[in-house]
């Protein structure tokens, strides 16, 4: 009798070591399957899976939904468990100037056109060169995957040197070149800059994570011809056009006096607005402007900390979203117009300013906000078929954000908390292309020691060549 039960023990432990071989055979592979989350999709029905399942192939989402219905579909060679938190689309930086990390806190409480030609200009030209850019890119990646950020739109110089830096941290970027009339650090001509902006885009063609563009800076500093060159390259090779809109009066004023229109409408004159051209601030726009931008396709992002920093003023962003312009959330450099990149203290500014500049608590929700940072955030950028929102198709760029902490709890609707409750030191792990490049808050991609000791050094060389103290 001893015999017989011990052989159907035998026989019904191999049955059951059988079945779970059948079972994982059966199941489709993946690489990377994130688990047991609260999963915030913002897709077109901004779909919420309370204990959600996303399954990655390579560097794209093949599934979205409950854990419930998709678990024994798939197995997968590394599996992220959100352990109860959310999870959502990577935020989404639309604009600003990465290098500028390492100029943080140089000179602050000026007004915009001062902050650039008294300062920040005069800063550049003694400090600014390849070095100084591969540094400060590595010290805003990493503080950009820690607040959850996986793609930014960047315009500086040495710019395929932010693009190298920006692929090493495993970050999408949509980098541009800057245009300028005057010798900047890389490039001391509108010849040279064409030249080497023709190269950056050629190099970057077909990258997975690198969108190169070409960035004239502003109607203030470039001249018709050079914004005309700038806009006809990026033309030539389909790539995007980054500028400044709108960003001050004095530019709206000059403007008006020099080519008797807005900016613009000066811009649309001269053939540069179109839908690949991603536009900085738009803080001065009327009525008329928000209608160009909007049937021209002009992307828009919205910089509320830099804007509130420089007292520049506030961009009409309800009108804007009203009229059908497609509104991003960015940072603005890390440098006097800002000094962080933590674009969650962005959605937070953004929908508390049109709150109390229009004097109406519904002038701008949490909804909208957390739009804004990620698939409205893409569509800024014209890269809503690839990011934005988790979605079967598109990239896999993901965060996940902790709840385990006092200031995320309790939580009764989930926009609200993340836009006004969460922060950015919540992001636990965040995932891009299907790669962890952040794991239970620890960096992967960027040896954030080292980066730290060289800004350090970098802060007493830059105020030894300014004179500061």
């Not at 690489?31 to 047991?36: A, E, K, S």
């Not at 390492?102 to 070095?131: C, M, Q, S």
């Not at 991609?445 to 030894?464: G, S």
């Amino acid at each position: 009798m001893t015999l017989c039960r011990s052989l159907a023990l035998v026989l019904a432990f191999q049955f059951l070591v059988l079945t779970s071989l059948w079972s994982q055979a059966t199941k489709e592979k993946a690489d990377l399957i994130v688990t047991r989350g609260t999963v915030v999709t913002m897709d077109g029905a901004r779909s919420i899976y309370d204990d959600g399942i996303i399954v990655v192939k390579g560097d794209t989402i093949v599934a979205v939904g409950p854990r419930r219905e998709l678990e024994g579909k798939y197995r997968a060679s590394e599996t992220v468990n959100a352990k109860g938190g959310l999870v959502l689309p990577g935020f989404i930086n639309g604009h600003t100037h990465v290098p500028m990390t390492l100029f943080r806190g140089i000179h602050d409480d000026v007004t915009l056109n001062d902050w650039l030609y008294k300062y920040i200009f005069p800063a550049e030209k003694r400090n600014v060169n390849e070095e100084f850019v591969r540094w400060g890119t590595r010290l805003a990646a990493a503080e950009q995957i820690r607040g959850g950020v996986t793609t930014f739109a960047d315009m500086y110089y040495f710019e395929d040197a932010v693009a190298e830096e920006t692929k090493a941290a495993g970050m999408r970027g949509l980098l541009g070149e800057t245009f300028i009339d005057f010798p900047a650090p890389d490039n001391k001509s509108e010849a040279e800059a064409l030249s080497y902006t023709e190269k950056f885009l050629k190099k970057w063609q077909g990258d997975p994570l690198i969108h190169a563009a070409a960035a004239p800076h502003a109607i203030y500093t470039c001249s018709r011809k050079t914004l005309q060159d700038a806009a006809t390259l990026a033309r030539k090779y389909h790539a995007p056009i980054l500028i400044h809109t709108g960003e001050m009066k004095k530019e709206w004023d000059d403007s008006q006096k020099q080519n008797g229109m807005s900016p613009v409408q000066y811009l649309d004159k001269i053939g540069v607005l179109g839908p690949d051209v991603v536009s900085a601030h738009c803080i001065f726009v009327d009525e008329a402007d928000r209608k160009t931008l909007a049937q021209r396709q002009v992307g828009c992002v919205h910089n509320p900390s830099s804007n509130m920093m420089i007292a520049s003023g506030v961009a009409p962003v309800p009108e804007m979203r009203a009229e059908g312009v497609s509104v991003g959330l960015g940072t603005d450099g890390p440098a006097g117009s800002n000094n962080d990149l933590d674009l969650m203290e962005e959605m937070d500014l953004a929908a508390k300013l049109a709150k109390i500049t229009k004097m109406n608590p519904l002038a701008l929700n949490a909804k909208a906000v957390v739009e804004m940072a990620t698939i409205d955030g893409a569509k800024a950028l014209h890269m809503e078929k690839e990011i934005g929102s988790l979605e079967a198709g598109k990239k896999a760029d993901i965060v996940l954000i902790s709840l385990d902490e006092p200031n995320a709890v309790p939580m009764y609707d989930i926009y609200a908390q993340l836009a006004y409750a969460l922060k950015g030191s919540d992001v636990e792990t965040v995932v891009i292309g299907g790669r962890v490049v952040m794991r239970d808050r620890k960096v992967l991609t960027v040896n954030e020691t080292e980066v730290m000791a060289r800004a350090r050094d970098y802060r007493k060389t830059i105020a030894a060549s300014l004179g500061l103290p």
